[in-house]
């Protein structure tokens, strides 16, 4: 799915029918309203909670791309520029700041940031070989 053609509302929706979860059954293991979960999936109500995007990654079993979507359109459908597990961990390492500040400054190309996210990937791999 595309971030830019996609919706938090739209997504939630083909999530929990993809997981066979119903409207009514995902509000209750929220602990919503599923008037409010249908105000969610319609576009009428931005997600307010961390904690609630937590628990609804977690009953519909995302994985770490599904995750990451879910938190940038939730983000998005709030206006908020950053993702809502992003944050914490910008403000917490001044390395992190000055690499976007650097990146920002020198208009770092979508080309350049893959470059970084391969390196940073590879690692992984590296660091936990299956």
Same mark, same amino acid.
């Given at each position: 799915?595309?971030?830019?053609? *996609? *919706?938090? @509302?739209?997504?939630?929706?083909?999530? $929990?029918?993809? $997981?066979?979860? *119903?409207?009514? @059954?995902?509000?209750?293991?929220? =602990?919503? %309203?599923?008037?409010?979960?249908? !105000?969610? +999936?319609? =576009? $009428?109500?931005?997600?307010?909670?961390?904690?609630?995007?937590?628990?609804?990654?977690? #009953?519909?079993?995302? !994985?770490? &791309?599904?995750?990451?979507?879910?938190?940038?359109?939730?983000?998005?459908?709030? %206006?908020?520029?950053?993702?809502?597990?992003?944050?914490?961990? #910008? !403000?917490? $390492?001044?390395?992190?700041?000055?690499?976007?500040? *650097?990146?920002? &400054?020198?208009?770092?190309? &979508?080309?350049?940031?893959?470059?970084?996210?391969?390196?940073? +990937?590879?690692? #992984?791999?590296?660091? !936990?070989?299956?």
């Amino acid at each position: 799915m595309d971030i830019q053609q *996609t *919706t938090l @509302g739209s997504y939630i929706t083909h999530k $929990r029918t993809e $997981r066979d979860k *119903t409207l009514r @059954g995902m509000a209750r293991e929220i =602990g919503i %309203s599923p008037v409010y979960m249908c !105000n969610i +999936e319609k =576009g $009428r109500r931005p997600l307010t909670s961390e904690e609630t995007l937590e628990k609804i990654a977690a #009953i519909l079993i995302l !994985n770490k &791309d599904e995750r990451a979507m879910l938190f940038d359109l939730a983000a998005k459908s709030k %206006s908020i520029l950053v993702a809502a597990d992003l944050p914490e961990y #910008i !403000n917490e $390492r001044d390395i992190v700041r000055v690499a976007l500040r *650097t990146a920002k &400054d020198v208009e770092a190309t &979508d080309e350049e940031w893959q470059e970084f996210i391969d390196k940073l +990937e590879k690692r #992984i791999v590296k660091d !936990n070989p299956d």
